[in-house]
């Protein structure tokens, strides 16, 4: 395997699988633009730009790249000359959508695309298929859902990574230093610890740890602070780690140990609820009943979890309303956390694969509050 990418028998298969998928959608054919569908389908990590890059993908028949000529230097490293895939070029002046058109054989098309395309190139797309395409995200879905052994292999590696991170993060909770301090010794420790690059970085502290998607400010950490620390980066090919855990500058008061411990129950129980048949929107609720009986509910304001690969969030979401089956080989995070406005807030978060008979969590670090010492 290339280090920025899997071998292109890989991409060979998924692009079989996909034209089959397409097929029995009743679509004629998918266009794929940059973004990670392209990347999942042929390992490109071209990226878009007003001259329409695009992988067309029938249903039937042997798929093309359309690609700027200026542009055919953004294909290399990806599998499109091993897979022998036609790739039709173009300059300023051609009809980049005309290509596309050509390549299925004219006519009205029903055609879907990803859901990261452009209006810039949706609509004239739409305009040369004689009819507005759907999304490929319902064709694409399964495929991206289900990891194969070799993104699962990345995923474990992801965990592990972040998991010597998080090891490391005591050292760096000093009272008297800022978030962004902490930050950018995270962020440092992120690609130290194995990562090619940092997704995100979230230092949450005292009463910011009660916003979920607080970044982090020039706020200076306290003795009595809890730390909410969520934290990811990408491992190549591709694949992302994303790992919560929370942290208290000194003992924690009584109230906090408390509602936290009733916030571990709750974790294990949605991870203890996965397995194969069981609905997403399931393990939503279990760890969603366990806060409810302690009465903290309403504290919990956001889904329990989300998919994990190419992308930090993508399907399947763990959220009441979906009712989709999980099965072996899905990958996700279990995050439940509780917010308390103004004082304080909580999360743990592990991504796990869905295995034959339940569950396996990627990251292995402890759930408790960790304590670091209010002075050094």
């Known amino acids: 395997m290339d280090s920025d990418r899997f071998d292109a028998s890989v991409y060979a298969q998924r692009l079989a699988a996909v034209a089959a998928a397409t097929a029995g959608a009743g679509l004629d054919a998918l266009v794929i633009t940059p973004g990670y569908d392209l990347r999942y389908l042929v390992g490109s990590r071209a990226q878009t730009f007003e001259r329409l890059t695009a992988l067309v993908l029938p249903a039937s028949g042997d798929p093309t790249v359309v690609v700027p000529r200026l542009e055919l230097a953004s294909l290399t490293g990806s599998a499109i000359a091993e897979l022998g895939l036609t790739v039709h070029d173009w300059v300023d002046g051609d009809d980049p959508y005309a290509l596309v058109s050509a390549a299925l054989g004219g006519g009205r098309l029903a055609t879907a695309v990803t859901d990261s395309m452009p209006a810039l190139h949706l609509l004239p797309l739409a305009d040369a298929f004689g009819r507005l395409p759907v999304l490929a995200t319902d064709v694409l879905r399964g495929l991206r859902m289900v990891k194969e052994a070799c993104e699962l292999d990345a995923l474990r590696k992801a965990g592990a990574a972040i998991d010597r991170v998080h090891a490391r993060v005591p050292e760096f909770l000093v009272p008297g230093r800022t978030e962004a301090d902490v930050t950018a010794d995270i962020a440092e420790a992120i690609v130290a610890e194995g990562h090619s690059g940092v997704a995100f970085v979230i230092v949450g502290s005292g009463p910011h740890g009660a916003d979920p998607h607080h970044s982090y400010s020039e706020r200076e950490l306290r003795a009595g602070d809890i730390v909410v620390v969520d934290i990811g980066g990408v491992c190549e090919p591709g694949y992302h780690s994303d790992c919560t855990r929370t942290y208290s500058i000194g003992d924690p008061e009584p109230e906090v140990a408390q509602r936290y411990s009733v916030l571990e129950r709750a974790q294990r129980a949605a991870f ?72 304080w807030g909580a999360r743990i978060e592990d991504i796990v694969v869905v295995t034959a008979d339940g569950a396996v969590a990627v990251n292995n670090r402890p759930h408790e509050l960790i304590v670091v010492p209010a002075s050094r």
């Open 272 to 343: 203890e609820a996965v397995r194969p048949g069981v609905s997403a929107e399931r393990v939503d609720a279990a760890a969603r009943d366990v806060l409810a009986g302690a009465g903290l509910a309403e504290y919990f304001v956001h889904r329990t979890g989300h998919g994990i690969g190419l992308s930090v969030h993508e399907e399947p979401y763990i959220v009441a309303g979906n009712d989709l089956p999980l099965a072996p080989g899905m990958a996700f995070s279990i995050e439940p956390g509780i917010y308390f406005p103004g004082r």
